[in-house]
């Protein structure tokens, strides 16, 4: 059999591709918008299974705060059509798309729950598996399965619409999914710090995270990692971006918002100058933040890590013993974006620190394709999660026809 790449334009041809892929043992790569195909291990296949024939809303009721797509439709068409009805994906979820060299807009609703994406939000609203409805999808055995529905409360045993999520098409192809949808915050403004160290600015980010405030994010950029992010909106608001930024997003109501950002400009005003900056403004800033802005451009290697909040300082400090980068930090520190100038993975010393200062996850975003061939994109597992892991595979998908090797060697 030559190399072949399949186009099914629906549910049925694409179980009767997978179904003949798993008879001929012909490992399939997975493919939606592309946006996110250099993150992971490089795909040991030679077949190709193109879901962009799988576009479309099914059905959308805003009063009901529930949206059905095919698998392949664009996020940034489904948030198009959400806006014009005053409702979101609470989560954010991130485009990886300019990180990776490639153009914003390409992600589609499938590749969102296969990466369980999310946004600066995601303290408050968590990520796409919490927010996830329904799916309908293909196993790898060439199978179609439901899962879940279109209501809120919904209990089905195996709750493997959450399931799928994180699994970076392994396990399944979805095509069709069910979401919940909010509504979209009448007012947004961020209070902006300058000039805090990362210690004293993630203990302000804590501390913010903590009061009845309700911030919506929480995020910190070191010294000259916010000059150009945004620029307008930094320039605008007097702020140069040489000096160290801190940031605090509030949403709601007007007057509530108003009232709230009183409350942490208060606390704010105990460390450093405070500015506020508000509207379309505060967007930008935090979309730019979430889609990693600051290390567009170039190909070094970028690293996604995920600690405790109050680790989150202790871990980049542990860090820098051993190698020089550029890092800044979302979700009140849980979250730090690593990008390293000299352009070496620097695996074993993240995966070291991270063990230093407690433990965690990280995950190599951006990196050439022999680099992430040869070193573990993902966060290894312990010998427990790993066998649980190889168990759900043998379930979903015994022959291993489905992205073979994007997250594991041999997996």
């Given at each position: 059999m030559t190399d072949r790449h399949f186009h099914p334009t629906d549910a049925e041809e694409v179980r009767e591709v997978v179904a003949w892929a798993a008879a001929e043992s012909q490992p399939l790569e997975i493919l939606g918008g592309g946006s996110k195909r250099k993150l992971g291990r490089p795909v040991q296949a030679a077949q190709v299974l193109d879901l962009s024939g799988l576009s479309g809303v099914e059905t959308y009721e805003p009063e009901e705060l529930v949206i059905t797509a095919k698998a392949a439709t664009p996020l940034a068409e489904v948030e198009?059509?959400?806006?014009?009805?005053?409702?979101?994906?609470?989560?954010?979820?991130?485009?990886?798309?300019?990180?990776?060299?490639?153009?914003?807009?390409?992600?589609?609703?499938?590749?969102?729950?296969?990466?369980?994406?999310?946004?600066?939000?995601?303290?408050?609203?968590?990520?796409?598996?919490?927010?996830?409805?329904?799916?309908?999808?293909?196993?790898?055995?060439?199978?179609?399965?439901?899962?879940?529905?279109?209501?809120?409360?919904?209990?089905?045993?195996?709750?493997?619409?959450?399931?799928?999520?994180?699994?970076?098409?392994?396990?399944?192809?979805t095509t069709a999914l069910s979401l919940k949808v909010l509504p979209a915050p009448p007012t947004e403004t961020s209070v902006l710090i300058e000039g805090l160290a990362d210690e004293a600015a993630i203990d302000m980010l804590c501390r913010a995270m903590g009061t009845s405030a309700e911030a919506a994010s929480a995020a910190h950029?070191?010294?000259?990692?916010?000059?150009?992010?945004?620029?307008?909106?930094?320039?605008?608001?007097?702020?140069?971006?040489?000096?160290?930024?801190?940031?605090?997003?509030?949403?709601?109501?007007?007057?509530?918002?108003?009232?709230?950002?009183?409350?942490?400009?208060?606390?704010?005003?105990?460390?450093?100058?405070?500015?506020?900056?508000?509207?379309?403004?505060?967007?930008?800033?935090?979309?730019?933040?979430?889609?990693?802005?600051?290390?567009?451009?170039?190909?070094?290697?970028?690293?996604?890590?995920?600690?405790?909040?109050?680790?989150?300082?202790?871990?980049v400090a542990a860090l820098r013993r051993s190698v020089d980068f550029n890092a800044y930090y979302d979700w009140s520190g849980g979250l730090i974006w690593l990008r390293f100038p000299d352009g070496e993975a620097h695996a074993e010393e993240v995966r070291a620190a991270v063990a230093e200062t407690g433990g965690g996850h990280a995950t190599l975003i951006r990196a050439d394709a022999a680099t992430r061939a040869g070193v573990d994109v993902f966060q290894p597992q312990d010998a427990a999660l790993a066998a649980l892991s190889r168990r759900l595979k043998a379930q979903f998908d015994p022959s291993g026809i489905l992205n073979p090797a994007r997250m594991v060697a041999g997996v």
């Open positions: 198009r059509l959400l806006a014009e009805s005053g409702q979101e994906f609470a989560f954010e979820p991130m485009d990886y798309g300019p990180l990776l060299g490639g153009e914003p807009g390409k992600a589609t609703l499938g590749g969102m729950l296969a990466a369980n994406l999310a946004g600066p939000k995601r303290l408050k609203h968590g990520a796409a598996r919490d927010h996830v409805l329904g799916i309908h999808a293909v196993s790898g055995r060439g199978e179609v399965f439901k899962s879940g529905g279109t209501v809120v409360k919904n209990v089905t045993g195996y709750d493997l619409s959450r399931g799928l999520a994180g699994s970076w098409g392994t396990l399944a192809v950029l070191p010294m000259g990692l916010a000059k150009g992010l945004a620029d307008p909106v930094i320039s605008e608001a007097g702020v140069t971006g040489e000096t160290p930024v801190t940031l605090v997003r509030l949403e709601g109501f007007a007057p509530s918002v108003d009232y709230r950002f009183e409350k942490l400009a208060k606390l704010a005003r105990e460390t450093g100058p405070v500015q506020r900056i508000d509207g379309d403004a505060s967007r930008a800033l935090w979309r730019a933040i979430r889609d990693v802005e600051p290390f567009w451009g170039d190909e070094t290697p970028v690293w996604r890590v995920s600690v405790a909040p109050a680790s989150g300082a202790r871990f």
